[in-house]
């Protein structure tokens, strides 16, 4: 049985070695010259970047993926503990290490705000609870039915389900530092904390319990990895792939047009945008509505800069979060009024600091990322603007001249989500994981109207960021697997 699969993120190579190994006949279809959709990297004048992803979290989703597989992502690819796991600056003279171990980490909190170490532990253990809860069952269910939420351990948890996480970090923590360390992880999530639910405080366990990491050589290992899984299983892979148009046969996928020409295939699996996938097909045989997507809260964009300095970076760790803005004020910008933002919060990574495979010797490989609204006006002009007024910041709040360092430097914002991934307004993680967008409630893995059509990826369940993309392929395989029994 033949099944041809769209696009080649985490997501659909998930999906692509469950079905191999189920003994199905598996080829994956990727528009873009290289695969791992948005996970792709960037190789120039002697730097290597991280397109999309490049936190390591969760590493016992990524260990139970291929152990799956009776292998183990030692098999593939190193990963070393980052310690501290990252910096964040609230000020030029203002800024607070994440350690690598709980222990450090309440006591960085205590000696910021007395007594907040004992109630941090105890945030922690209750993540850790929901952690276990989500990952050691809901996050592995389909999304078919409300029951599949309702179990013993989340009878339990109900009133966290209509708690916020900002509700719940400021009542307990009266430090705004404090505060922004604890809600950031929640825009892994795609959402303001003041719009997600309690219960995905799990993402704090994920933080400060499972710790971050870093493969060596970066994110695209992974990909990397799950491709040679992939292809020793079987897969077969064609890159500068379009798919044009979803074939029907009386209501049933039985093939793909890529790239004008006729491929015949038992079913389809999409792990393209949700959307971009549906317009694949006739209207009528279209799920969700254009309105129906509009009114739907999407994780934001991004601009992301690459960048190559001819020196090394000070003042700085792997991973940096720049809060010295106002951060309900730029997530106000994000989700309410829709604009450019003022005085955005921004994020850098400089992997070579860790990674030697990154930049020359002496030189430093940066990534700047802005979160961003979706479907803003994206031109130069603007790229530019905002690349100057971070680059001052960071100077300012580092202390250090870089800028007549940067010997090379390229961006992505939203036009190139567009083009390069058909994202849907040029969203960069999906939809977020708000209460009326989880589980059931999120578009299903398997078409009503068309039959044979499968998707997964972060426009489904369940949701944003490479471990949920992992789980989602397994869902969609499982699901395919039951279903049409070889």
Same mark, same amino acid.
């Given at each position: 049985?033949?099944?041809?699969?769209?696009?080649?993120?985490?997501?659909?190579?998930?999906?692509?070695?469950?079905?191999?190994?189920?003994?199905?006949?598996?080829?994956?279809?990727? =528009?873009?010259?290289?695969?791992?959709?948005? %996970?792709? !990297?960037?190789?120039?004048?002697?730097?290597?970047?991280?397109?999309?992803?490049? *936190?390591? *979290?969760?590493?016992?989703?990524?260990?139970?993926?291929?152990?799956?597989?009776?292998?183990?992502?030692?098999?593939?690819?190193?990963?070393?503990?980052?310690?501290?796991?990252? /910096?964040?600056?609230?000020?030029?003279?203002?800024?607070?290490?994440?350690?690598?171990? $709980?222990?450090?980490?309440?006591?960085?909190?205590?000696?910021?705000?007395?007594?907040?170490?004992?109630?941090?532990?105890?945030?922690?253990?209750?993540?850790?609870?929901?952690?276990?809860?989500?990952?050691?069952?809901?996050?592995?269910?389909?999304?078919?039915?409300?029951?599949?939420?309702?179990?013993?351990?989340?009878?339990?948890?109900?009133?966290?389900?209509?708690?916020?996480?900002?509700?719940?970090?400021?009542?307990?923590?009266?430090?705004?530092?404090?505060? #922004?360390?604890?809600?950031? +992880?929640?825009?892994? @999530?795609? %959402?303001?904390?003041?719009?997600?639910?309690?219960?995905?405080?799990?993402?704090?366990?994920?933080?400060?319990? @499972?710790?971050? *990491?870093? +493969?060596?050589?970066?994110?695209? /290992?992974?990909?990397?990895?799950?491709? !040679?899984?992939?292809?020793? @299983?079987?897969?077969?892979?064609?890159?500068?792939?379009?798919?044009?148009?979803?074939?029907?046969?009386?209501?049933? %996928?039985?093939?793909?047009?890529?790239?004008?020409?006729?491929?015949?295939?038992?079913?389809?699996?999409?792990?393209?945008?949700?959307?971009?996938?549906?317009? $694949?097909?006739?209207?009528? /045989?279209?799920?969700?509505?254009? =309105?129906?997507?509009?009114?739907?809260?999407?994780?934001?964009?991004?601009?992301?800069?690459?960048?190559?300095?001819?020196?090394?970076? !000070?003042?700085?760790?792997?991973?940096?979060?720049?809060?010295?803005?106002?951060? =309900?004020?730029?997530?106000?910008?994000?989700?309410?009024?829709?604009?450019?933002?003022?005085?955005?919060?921004?994020?850098?990574?400089?992997?070579? $600091?860790?990674?030697?495979?990154?930049?020359?010797?002496?030189?430093?490989? %940066?990534?700047?990322?802005?979160?961003?609204?979706?479907?803003?006006?994206?031109?130069?002009?603007?790229?530019?603007?905002?690349?100057?007024?971070?680059?001052?910041?960071?100077?300012?709040?580092?202390? #250090?001249?870089?800028?007549?360092?940067?010997?090379?430097?390229?961006?992505?914002?939203?036009?190139?989500?567009?083009?390069?991934?058909?994202?849907?307004?040029?969203?960069?993680?999906?939809?977020?994981?708000?209460?009326? #967008?989880?589980?059931?409630?999120?578009?299903?893995?398997?078409?009503?109207?068309?039959?044979?059509?499968?998707?997964?990826? #972060?426009?489904?369940?369940?949701? +944003?960021?490479?471990? +949920?993309?992992?789980?989602?392929?397994?869902?969609?395989?499982?699901?395919?697997?039951?279903?049409?029994?070889?």
């Amino acid at each position: 049985m033949k099944i041809a699969i769209i696009g080649s993120g985490f997501s659909s190579l998930a999906a692509a070695s469950y079905l191999a190994k189920a003994g199905y006949n598996v080829t994956v279809y990727e =528009k873009n010259s290289t695969l791992g959709g948005r %996970a792709r !990297q960037l190789k120039s004048d002697g730097f290597t970047f991280d397109i999309g992803p490049t *936190w390591y *979290w969760m590493p016992d989703v990524f260990d139970a993926f291929f152990n799956d597989f009776g292998k183990k992502s030692s098999d593939y690819y190193q990963l070393e503990r980052l310690s501290p796991a990252y /910096k964040v600056y609230f000020s030029e003279n203002d800024s607070v290490e994440i350690s690598d171990n $709980l222990e450090a980490i309440v006591n960085t909190f205590e000696s910021i705000e007395k007594g907040s170490g004992k109630k941090l532990q105890s945030f922690i253990n209750e993540a850790k609870n929901n952690y276990e809860i989500a990952i050691k069952d809901l996050v592995y269910r389909p999304g078919d039915s409300l029951f599949e939420l309702i179990t013993f351990e989340t009878a339990k948890k109900i009133t966290q389900f209509f708690s916020t996480i900002s509700r719940d970090v400021e009542s307990k923590f009266n430090d705004y530092r404090l505060q #922004q360390i604890l809600e950031f +992880p929640v825009l892994f @999530l795609g %959402a303001k904390p003041s719009n997600t639910p309690s219960f995905y405080n799990f993402m704090n366990y994920a933080d400060f319990g @499972l710790g971050t *990491w870093h +493969p060596k050589g970066g994110m695209y /290992k992974v990909v990397e990895a799950m491709h !040679q899984l992939a292809t020793e @299983l079987g897969v077969q892979f064609e890159v500068n792939a379009n798919v044009e148009k979803i074939i029907l046969s009386q209501d049933k %996928a039985t093939g793909l047009i890529v790239n004008g020409k006729k491929i015949d295939a038992d079913i389809v699996l999409s792990g393209a945008d949700y959307h971009f996938t549906e317009t $694949l097909l006739e209207e009528s /045989k279209r799920q969700y509505s254009e =309105k129906y997507w509009d009114k739907k809260t999407f994780a934001p964009s991004s601009l992301l800069f690459y960048v190559g300095f001819d020196k090394k970076i !000070q003042n700085c760790n792997h991973h940096v979060l720049f809060f010295d803005a106002e951060f =309900k004020q730029h997530a106000k910008e994000i989700y309410d009024t829709k604009k450019w933002p003022e005085n955005p919060l921004f994020y850098a990574s400089f992997p070579s $600091l860790t990674d030697n495979t990154f930049a020359p010797d002496g030189m430093e490989a %940066a990534t700047f990322l802005i979160p961003l609204a979706i479907d803003l006006e994206d031109t130069p002009e603007i790229r530019k603007k905002y690349f100057d007024l971070i680059i001052d910041r960071f100077e300012k709040l580092t202390h #250090q001249k870089v800028r007549e360092n940067i010997i090379y430097q390229s961006s992505f914002c939203v036009n190139d989500f567009k083009n390069d991934y058909n994202s849907y307004k040029g969203n960069a993680y999906g939809l977020a994981n708000i209460l009326t #967008q989880t589980a059931f409630l999120r578009p299903k893995i398997k078409s009503r109207k068309v039959e044979k059509l499968y998707f997964t990826g #972060q426009l489904t369940v369940p949701g +944003p960021g490479v471990p +949920p993309s992992l789980i989602s392929g397994k869902i969609a395989s499982e699901k395919i697997i039951k279903e049409n029994k070889l």
